[in-house]
């Protein structure tokens, strides 16, 4: 347990980190997997991996689950909107498939909204934006008890920047398996 | 560590919120800067002539007669003679010479006297004068202590400027914001978030770090006394509503519900928090919180983002953000519930409705030709003034005089502050030496 909150961090520490250019790392995937323990990440996903146009740019993990490599987890929205953009159908639907094979998995959707416009509605927005996924993760096999969320907002930004592709990376949903 | 001898997760949330709060006793040395950055060219000529002093030891606690002009240069609307061009400097009534003030084009006098009737107990005696026409327009005596001071002189500000406009002036008054400094952590390329919550007089001067946390902090809201701060932290990694004392430092946690909980205002008795809550459905909604009894009263439902409510000055209305109708806009509401109506009708997004103190504008977040900005709306008429020229202000907020608004902008990639005047005509930039500066919010008056 204590391993997957450290990992959790991790993820976290990386998501942020690495965004901040315009080329993505996936130097903690490995890691995550291998803290992971390869019983969740290994069996994920295999049957879809080849779909979704969403996950290009060797992502090398699982669609699904704590093992999925950075791109799998983020969910990226339009301005001011919080519905799904059909290309995360297949990785949202390995992570309830995830959930539902694993009853005690546990995962934290962090929503989050651009700079623009005012704080605490960017707030309301981040919340439909996890709500969103949650819904479907819901729909899909997840169970109530396994997926929480939060809303930051805008207050917690993964690119600084003001410019349009700074803004449409940080329109997004983080999906952080612990706890 | 202290940690050690917690025993359980309560008890170490317990003194981590301490931790948070004791930050309280250090002052904090970053300071605001604050510069005109356009002022009226009608600004009115004046001379604060330095106060004499008629106590013990060499000087009194602070130079009152210059906090007296920095207050009224900042107004912008009074322009006040530099001490090296005077060509006298009397303390008194007697000594003045009116024809020298009037040769150098001041209209306006102001001389004063620091007396010390006591150990810590001062006097600042002053006189204003009406240069033209050679009289007396205003004579006072505020006492003040070396602690106070400061807040002292600004009070003699807000008594001229007052008595020269017709309006109460709000030096004496306080902002509340939140900083930001972000520095890198100790693994490559990890960020370390610093926010905190600071209290000002309304001059940049004796900031006060109320709460420090490496989680977001947000949308300070003053109590309609000023005694007491509510506000959104983030430290146990979610969004919970706080109440400080800020005197004694000491705070409440009021709201952690599941799911949001966000936008803390005082209902004008201060009585009530209206908040916004999304519980258990992820529904964003209106809600008033009574402080004493807790009972929670829900204002509105449906599947709307609600949220940012303002009371009306009476507190019969609840104005608040929604997107009910697809982009954000500002709506209205009973405070004891009932059908909700919409306000604002001019461009596509109104968001962060903040009431004048007068009740007949609201300042909103305003998007005007793609940029976000700070825009007034005349509640009789429907109108719209655009106030401010950034690409991303938010965060209006009112002085208690309906005055001025402060609010939130960019320098460069620099979160500061800025006020513009209510007619758009006076504005400043305040700026903290580190950091990002955001969320402003204007205290009430000063009790009396």
């Known amino acids: 347990m204590k391993n997957l909150k450290t990992l959790a961090a991790l993820l976290v520490v990386c998501l942020v980190t690495a965004c901040a250019g315009p080329s993505k790392s996936t130097v903690d995937d490995g890691a995550a997997g291998a803290g992971q323990g390869g019983a969740s990440s290994a069996g994920m996903g295999d049957g879809s991996m080849g779909q979704g146009g969403a996950m290009g740019g060797g992502g090398s993990g699982a669609l699904g689950g704590p093992g999925a490599s950075q791109e799998n987890r983020i969910i990226y929205f339009e301005f001011d909107r919080f519905d799904i953009k059909p290309e995360y159908n297949a990785i949202l639907q390995a992570h309830a498939r995830y959930l539902s094979s694993n009853p005690s998995a546990r995962v934290r959707l962090e929503g989050h909204a651009d700079e623009r416009g005012s704080r605490e509605y960017n707030i309301g927005l981040g919340e439909k934006r996890a709500q969103s996924v949650r819904n479907v993760l819901l729909l899909q096999g997840g169970v109530s008890d396994q997926i929480a969320t939060v809303s930051f907002g805008e207050e917690r930004p993964a690119v600084i920047g003001s410019d349009d592709e700074a803004w449409s990376l940080n329109r997004r949903v983080e999906i952080v398996y612990g706890q | ?448």
């Open chain 2, 1 to 448: 560590m202290t940690m050690r001898y917690i025993a359980t997760p309560l008890a170490a949330a317990l003194v981590l919120a301490l931790t948070l709060v004791l930050t309280l006793a250090n002052p904090a040395r970053a300071e605001l800067q604050i510069e005109i950055t356009q002022g009226v060219d009608t600004a009115l000529p004046i001379a604060v002539v330095p106060f004499g002093w008629q106590g013990s030891g060499a000087a009194p606690p602070l130079d009152a007669a210059a906090i007296v002009a920095a207050d009224l240069a900042r107004s912008g609307r009074f322009a006040p003679l530099d001490r090296k061009d005077m060509l006298q400097k009397p303390t008194t009534g007697a000594d003045v010479k009116f024809d020298d003030w009037r040769r150098q084009g001041s209209e306006v006098l102001v001389i004063g006297r620091v007396l010390q009737p006591g150990p810590d107990q001062y006097e600042i005696q002053f006189q204003v004068f009406d240069v033209l026409r050679g009289e007396q327009l205003l004579g006072y005596r505020q006492p003040a202590t070396a602690a106070d001071f400061r807040r002292s002189a600004h009070r003699v500000a807000d008594l001229i400027y007052e008595k020269l406009t017709g309006v109460r002036g709000v030096f004496s008054t306080r902002i509340a914001y939140v900083t930001v400094v972000r520095a890198p952590g100790q693994a490559q390329g990890q960020v370390k978030s610093s926010y905190r919550l600071v209290i000002a007089d309304a001059d940049g001067e004796n900031p006060r770090v109320m709460v420090e946390s490496p989680e977001p902090i947000m949308s300070p809201a003053w109590s309609p006394d000023g005694r007491q701060i509510a506000y959104v932290s983030f430290e146990s990694r979610r969004s919970e509503i706080y109440v400080q004392d800020l005197r004694s430092g000491s705070r409440k946690r009021v709201s952690a519900r599941p799911g949001v909980n966000g936008a803390p205002a005082w209902s004008p008795d201060g009585r009530k928090l209206a908040v916004s809550l999304s519980r258990q459905d992820g529904n964003l909604d209106i809600y008033t919180l009574d402080l004493n009894t807790q009972v929670l009263t829900r204002l509105t439902s449906g599947p709307a983002i609600d949220t940012e409510p303002a009371w009306s000055v009476d507190g019969s209305q609840i104005y608040f953000t929604s997107d009910a109708a697809g982009g954000p806009q500002v709506y209205r509401v009973a405070a004891d519930g009932g059908r909700a109506q919409r306000v604002t009708f001019e461009g596509s997004y109104n968001a962060r409705p903040r009431v004048a103190p007068d009740g007949k504008q609201l300042a909103v977040v305003h998007n005007d030709r793609g940029n976000y900005r700070i825009a007034t709306v005349d509640l009789a008429r429907s109108t719209t003034q655009v106030l401010s020229s950034g690409r991303l202000d938010e965060s209006p907020s009112f002085a208690p005089n309906g005055e001025m608004l402060i609010y939130a902008t960019r320098e460069g990639a620099r979160g500061v502050l800025a006020t513009v005047s209510a007619n758009g005509r006076i504005k400043q930039r305040i700026s903290a030496l580190e950091g990002d500066v955001r969320e402003p919010a204007w205290s009430p008056f000063p009790p009396n």
